[in-house]
């Protein structure tokens, strides 16, 4: 019976092969028939030669590279695990997630090794290549540099067009880069982000900033709801030096601009403004 199923999983891959069909659901499919034929044959009992031959066939679905890769590290054969991920990463550009996994494996790998100057590469990779991994990754080729190194990866990383920055320059301490950057922004979420770390140090800076993207929203919102987003703001800004000044300096000012804004003047009001 087993034999019977078998010929038909091959004729089930012989006729995915030759409909010459493309895309992620083909090669899934494609994936799930190889896997399973590889489970009949071990059910089979068939010698191991025919079953690495049949592994080797098939390496370029990713299912089968990481069977062979799990296969050699439960062997002790580490040095076939890493060619064989560094093979994939190779073959599957185009596929970002598969490529970030064979990344994170052999990252595993080179750690275990003591491969100090290969990990970092890889994380290199990783974090510029990939642009992936965030502060994990930071923090991971932080630890595997020298301090040296890692001033001037930082250094790297801050001046390219990346996601973590500000996240970065708090972890680092860089606090006047980070209170430059997030008045730069001209984005609440962001000040509010990290109000915490700046507000003791950059408290009439960050007063500034925040006014600043307070005026520019009060000319665009329109609706009630954004005008309790802003009165909201203004009794954040009391808790600043100078703050309840400049809050009440700037209700006044949108209470002259926009006194056609009924919603507004009644929220205003009624949060004492």
């Known amino acids: 019976m087993l034999l019977q199923y078998g010929e038909l999983v091959d004729r089930q891959i012989a006729n995915l092969e030759a409909s010459g069909k493309q895309g992620y659901s083909s090669e899934y499919e494609m994936k799930q028939l190889l896997m399973r034929r590889f489970d009949l044959m071990k059910k089979l009992s068939l010698p191991k030669e025919e079953l690495d031959a049949f592994l080797v066939r098939n390496t370029n679905y990713s299912d089968i590279r990481k069977l062979r890769v799990r296969q050699a590290l439960e062997d002790g054969r580490m040095d076939e695990a890493i060619r064989l991920l560094e093979e994939g990463k190779s073959a599957g550009r185009g596929k970002r997630g598969l490529v970030e996994e064979y990344s994170k494996w052999l990252m595993d790998l080179y750690e275990r090794q003591g491969r100090r100057d290969k990990l970092i590469a890889e994380l290199e990779y990783h974090v510029f290549v990939l642009a992936s991994g965030g502060m994990e990754m930071l923090n991971r080729l932080k630890k595997a540099c020298t301090p040296a190194q890692w001033v001037k990866y930082r250094e790297r990383y801050l001046s390219g067009r990346t996601y973590h920055k500000l996240e970065l320059m708090e972890s680092e301490g860089l606090w006047e880069r980070l209170m430059e950057a997030a008045v730069k922004s001209e984005?609440?979420?962001?000040?509010?982000?990290?109000?915490?770390?700046?507000?003791?140090?950059?408290?009439?800076?960050?007063?500034?900033?925040?006014?600043?993207?307070?005026?520019?929203?009060?000319?665009?919102?329109?609706?009630?709801?954004?005008?309790?987003?802003?009165?909201?703001?203004?009794?954040?800004?009391?808790?600043?030096?100078?703050?309840?000044?400049?809050?009440?300096?700037?209700?006044?000012?949108?209470?002259?601009?926009?006194?056609?804004?009924?919603?507004?003047?009644?929220?205003?009001?009624?949060?004492?403004?």
């Open 187 to 273: 984005n609440l979420f962001i000040l509010d982000r990290y109000e915490a770390a700046l507000k003791k140090r950059y408290p009439s800076e960050l007063l500034d900033a925040y006014a600043c993207v307070l005026t520019k929203e009060a000319a665009a919102v329109s609706n009630r709801k954004r005008y309790q987003e802003l009165v909201h703001y203004l009794k954040k800004l009391r808790g600043y030096p100078d703050g309840a000044e400049r809050a009440a300096r700037l209700a006044e000012d949108w209470r002259t601009r926009y006194i056609r804004r009924r919603t507004m003047m009644e929220e205003l009001r009624n949060a004492g403004f």
